[in-house]
């Protein structure tokens, strides 16, 4: 916890004081490690190696600690010659705090959709592509946009048909639940159309709580301001137009070094109103749907009919709007944009809002003599649903073929997943994943509902849901067995580069007796090291295959209009027997999917540990800003880039120092994103020291418009002081393989893992095999460290003896502008226009 009696050290904050005073004949200037952590986080007293540390800056959430003892360093700078400051920068509760984050389970297709936004291909010069990249943002934002209707969908299946119209309406379904009672026919509640607008409160409801959720979450991670007046040019170039986050990074090479890039505050908020507003209309579109088809049939008075036809008409504009505001463009990266679309903010939910009360009023008028028989019109809402999504996927693969193919190989790299392919493929996967959730939901619901009969068949007592959503469950075991052929096959392969890897690795450690079993277990870490690298193919055949399956789904509810197992009625019998085991074996498999589902989630809300393990997976799938789905989980690199960039800055600034920020796994990946947002002074007194980085392996293969091979060497262009350590047992780190031109090498790997290979007087126990973990145990890690603080203080010191060499007319000449410079803006509380 913090120490009220520490003083903070100097340059806490930009504007937090003046710079420390250095007594003469002092020690050189100070220098700092700012450790970065990664996934699954570690404590502060882990990452410094002392259980005793103070708070020097951050909140509960996020913060930069340091050892008790090293508190008020910069006030003795004599202690730490030749060696470093040790600092901390934990963000670990950013995605792993209180309980309220086993919700974010339920967002899961949302940022799967996310992430296929900002797995877009590089694109080409600037001027070329502009339009593909406009498209590729315009579909992702479209099919984000289907997975939120998609959801309010379900409930409404759930919700309205399910419950309120088949089961209600059913006296045999009712009878065995008395709290159902107050909805059979004949009571007040009784009639369909009061019913279903009662019902119509949980999805209704079930949209608040993604909006809270949204709010919520941007309020508490990404609401953070950037600098008012940022310290200077952060990259060449901007924008030309306004565009969304991301479709513009690399028309004008501005990248995750924008200004704006970090802060999507307008965007967020037009998007969250229009997917509210979907949301809302979705509700009102599955009331009025069986409304107006009873009103129309049944000839009603003319006053319901004509306020029929006036709900439709509205429901019709209000799509239309909802849809324009998804697909305008939205604010430039090149700068924070601080401005809200406030007609849209709040006019577009609070009208769909004051609709769905008069649909709902509507529904609820009394009409004596209608009862409710077979399904609601789910078939063909879901059908039409299931053939945008598809058609949009399409279109998205060629879109994103189209840039992977113009871009230039410098800035693509052969690397790239699936040929430019990576952000369809991972769209396809979010699709899934809303289909599999929402229908599995009213399969289980559905057979919950019907007691022992399988809706849909012969001698059920209720028609079931959709059965759309009954062909989807059919195609699970044929696809889960296709992905365990492809495993099987991966798996065959891993053994085999055992084997062979096996042979050589003794060899590797000169003097060593080999011991075979030491070196099949050595080669079988590097061997399941290796399968991340066949990831991008293997996402790609579970795209595929889902993409066939979804499509032969499609088209088998279409063509027959009835469950699997009744459409095989009287075919081949082994042709039957296999529908109706592929029905029931799927159904079973999505409650499965559900329970555990629903197990973990709350587990995760009990248990911190499981709450860490869900941290995991949102380290690296909430990187990302949210700019394709608002209720996608939060950004939480929307803080701590923000927080690191201010730190770096701020320290440098305000004690002339060296700083060294060393990033492991994720951490990395966050170090990268910070260092490109420093101004250029500052940036030549940082030095950056990654291990275990997925910078290259799977950022850059994913994410090639921004961790490609371009970026990287951009980066490495603007910070000549990089190293990369990685291990050939490492998962998820590897080499970010950037050409030096000239300059000095950013890898140093493979590491020696394990660091000795028997035993021996310095290693009397046998040394363990450190795959991801544990890089400051190399002796590797030191040495880079010394290095880059070293070249970082020659640097310096040839920039002290340039300036020595000018004339005296050249500084006189430059004293007026430097002292205006360092005197920042009027006001003592403003921060400096320099970082530096």
Known sequence: ??????????????????????????????????????????????????????????????????????????????????????EAYCWSRLTSGNGARALWLLLLPFMVANLAHWARPAAGPAGASPRAVRAYGLLVRLLALSLTVLLVAAACEVALDLFAWQCAGNASCTASRSWLGFLRPGGRWGQPGRRIALAALVPAALTGLLWFLSTRTWNAYESQPPPTAPPGPLTPGTPSADVAPGDAADVDDAGLGAAGFWYGRRIVARLRAAHTAAGLLTVAAAVAAPTLRHDRADGTGPLLQAAGWAVEGLLAVGAVIVVRVVCRRGRSEARPDHRLDRAAVTLLPG?????????????????????????????????????????????????????????????????????????????????????????????????????DATPGMAGARLAGPPVLLSWQAAVLPPMLLALALLAAGVGARAARTRRRTARAVAAEYP??????????????????????????????????????????????????????????????????????????????????????????????????????????????????????HPFAPPCYAERAVPDLTWRMAAWTGGTGGRLVISGHSQGSVLAAAAVRQLPPEVRRRVALLTYGSPLARLYGRWFPAYFGPGPLAALHRDLDCWRNLWRATDPIGGPVAVAADGAEPVDRGPLADPLAYGRSPRHPLPAPILGHGDYEADPAFTTERDALLARLAAAARADVHDNARELPAQRISKAPAERAERAGPAGPEGPPRRAG
């Open 1 to 86: 916890m913090q120490n009220p009696a520490t003083p903070t050290p100097p340059g806490a904050g930009w504007g937090g004081g003046a710079p420390p005073r250095i007594a003469e004949g002092a020690a050189p200037a100070l220098s700092l490690e700012l450790f970065v952590h990664g996934v699954a986080g570690a404590s502060p007293g882990e990452l410094l190696g002392d259980p005793h540390t103070v708070r020097i800056s951050g909140d509960s959430t996020a913060a930069v600690f340091r050892r008790a003892e090293d508190a008020d360093a910069e006030a003795h700078p004599a202690r730490y010659a030749g060696r470093p400051v040790p």
């Open 351 to 451: 009208g769909a809002l004051v609709l769905l009360a008069g649909v709902l009023a509507h529904a609820a008028w009394p009409r004596p003599g209608w009862t409710s028989t077979g399904r609601l019109l789910g078939d063909f809402a879901f059908g039409v649903l299931m053939l945008g999504q598809g058609c949009c996927v399409l279109a998205l693969a060629v879109v994103a073929r189209r840039l992977h193919r113009g871009a230039p190989r410098a800035a693509s790299g052969p690397g790239t997943a699936l040929g430019g392919l990576g952000g369809p493929a991972v769209a396809v996967l979010g699709c899934a994943l809303g289909g599999v959730m929402s229908g599995g939901v009213a399969q289980r619901v559905a057979d919950w509902l019907d007691g």
């Open 511 to 628: 003097g060593e007796r080999p011991d075979p079993a030491r070196s099949r277990r050595i080669a079988g870490a590097r061997a399941a090291a290796a399968l991340t690298d066949s990831a991008p193919w293997f996402v790609g055949a579970v795209s595929g295959i889902t993409l066939l399956l979804g499509a032969g789904a499609l088209a088998g509810a279409w063509l027959s209009g009835k469950v699997p197992g009744e459409a095989a009625r009287g075919t081949h019998p082994l042709l039957e027997a296999a529908a109706r085991a592929a029905q029931d074996t799927g159904s079973w498999l999505i409650g499965l999917g559900i329970a555990a589902f629903v197990t973990w989630g709350r587990r995760a809300y009990r248990d911190p540990a499981a709450r860490r393990t869900i941290g995991i997976l949102w380290d690296v799938g909430t990187f990302w800003p949210r700019a394709a």
